[in-house]
């Protein structure tokens, strides 16, 4: 569910008409539902309620400040994948005891920052890592807590370019391997073994791939624990998917993720920690785009927008589906007809879809991507030198710019010159 619905024949975002969003601020730009949000940070919440637990939102998937801010402020913790990311999460003041670091290429000067800025813990991802991050550590008179995230081989059936838990993966160390991999980690110095950390991939549409997983961390707890390690906090990860379009099988709910977590590792007594990104801010987040024009080619026609793909690179990348929708409302019975529906930008990858159903468009009309909150805006580029694209945050009947469209001044600003020009 989320917050963007038809009222009066005009498509809102919450109490806020998208017609008066785009009047004042143009387009394209992306809209979240601070509603939308913060109801999906708390179905998880609620489903892993009176275990010990930790929300850790992954915002590579939606970054803004602001958004952390508001999440940070419902208790969420963040999954980091890179010095930039932490910084800004403690720019939007969540404190380190609540970051865990993810990412297969941890720099030296990342880990340092991290351990100087205080955090929850690293998931190291490789043995040079684990020996960098003890040299970083000892160092700076410092123990880095860690858990070792492990490839657990598991089929996560779900596009190829966001599939991480299977053998050929680059992510995490080979299951197998990983009671040989703790006891080196327990050898190091610097180091102070936490838990296990497992991701096996993003937009999960059925559990199945999850419960193998996790049965799979549940055993090497126990293993681990036999060996002697402490094993207090079990990172499961993210990755549960949403629905794209309303005709699709609806996937998962979070109150039933929660129910399989308790099923598989509520007996081992530990801290989970889980880190939903798409499921978060995936719906609660529209990119919204007006016509420029309307053009009749050989055989069909196209809706030619100004939104592209440097704007939302999902389809030209992941061969994604966003549902696209008049901001006016059709009339009941409306007639539809397919359009090829592009952006401006030169290169024929730049469709974000083709022969779909709309009803009759017009110039100037504006439209929305739906389940655009995430990986949206994170992905933005500047290519054909068009402006980064601006964000905004609805609270009600409020919204705010979050991040403003930069003047083509600002972007040249940027580049310098060499002496020598
Ligand atoms: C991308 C990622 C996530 C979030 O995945 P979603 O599909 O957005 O939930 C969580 N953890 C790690 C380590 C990731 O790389």
């Known amino acids: 569910m989320d917050h963007f619905q038809y009222r009066n024949g005009r498509l809102m975002a919450e109490d806020v008409a998208l017609e008066d969003i785009a009047a004042a601020v143009g387009t394209p730009a992306y809209v979240y539902s601070t509603a939308t949000l913060l109801r999906h940070f708390k179905l998880f919440d609620e ?89 970083v550590a000892v160092s700076l008179g410092q123990v880095a807590p860690i858990t070792v995230r492990v490839n657990p081989d598991v089929d996560a059936r779900t596009h190829a370019k966001i599939a991480t838990g299977k053998s050929e993966n680059k992510f995490g160390i080979p299951i197998a391997r990983a ?46 624990r036999a060996d002697g390690h402490v094993i ?74 100004d939104g592209a793909m440097n704007d939302l690179i999902r389809p030209a990348m992941y061969d994604a589906w966003h549902d696209i929708v008049p901001v006016r409302e059709p009339g009941a019975g409306a007639e539809t007809r397919p359009y090829d529906i592009v952006g401006p930008i030169c290169e024929s990858g730049d469709t974000f879809a083709k022969g779909r159903e709309m009803p009759a468009m017009a110039e100037g009309d504006l439209v929305a991507f739906r389940s655009a909150g995430a990986y949206g805006a994170v992905m933005a580029s500047e290519y054909n030198s068009r402006a980064l694209v601006p964000e905004l945050l609805v609270h009600g009947d409020q919204f705010a710019v979050i991040r403003a469209r930069p003047t083509f001044d600002e972007m040249i600003a940027r580049d310098t010159l060499p002496p020598w020009l």
């Not at 402020?73 to 939007?92: C, F, K, T, W």
């Not at 970051?99 to 690293?122: C, D, N, P, W, Y």
């Not at 379009?245 to 993720?257: A, F, G």
């Open 47 to 135: 489903a892993l309620s009176g275990m010990p637990h930790m929300v850790c939102f992954a915002m590579k998937s939606l970054s803004n400040i602001a958004i952390l801010k508001l999440l940070a402020a419902e208790g969420a913790g963040m999954d980091v994948v890179s010095g930039g990311e932490y910084a800004r999460a403690r720019a939007a003041g969540v404190p380190g005891d609540r970051i865990v670091f993810s990412g297969v290429g941890k720099t030296r000067e990342e880990m340092r920052m991290a351990l100087e800025g205080g955090i929850r813990q690293f998931n190291v991802e490789s043995e040079p890592e684990m020996r960098a991050l003890s040299e």
């Open 232 to 305: 207090e906090r079990l990172d499961l990860g993210g990755g549960l998917g949403i629905p794209y379009t309303r005709s699709n099988e609806v996937p998962p709910l979070p109150t039933d993720y929660g129910a399989l977590i308790r099923r598989t590792v509520g007996h081992l007594g530990c801290e989970v920690e889980i880190e939903p990104g798409r499921l978060i801010s995936g719906n609660a987040g529209i990119l919204l785009s007006r016509v420029i024009y309307v053009k009749n080619g050989e055989g069909r026609d196209f809706l030619i927008l």
């Open 179 to 224: 009671r040989e991999v703790y006891a080196e980690a327990a050898a190091l110095p610097g180091l102070k073994v936490v838990g296990i950390d497992v991701h096996i991939g993003s937009q999960l549409t059925e559990l199945a791939p999850f419960e193998a997983a996790y049965r799979k961390v549940a055993d090497l707890t126990e293993a681990l």
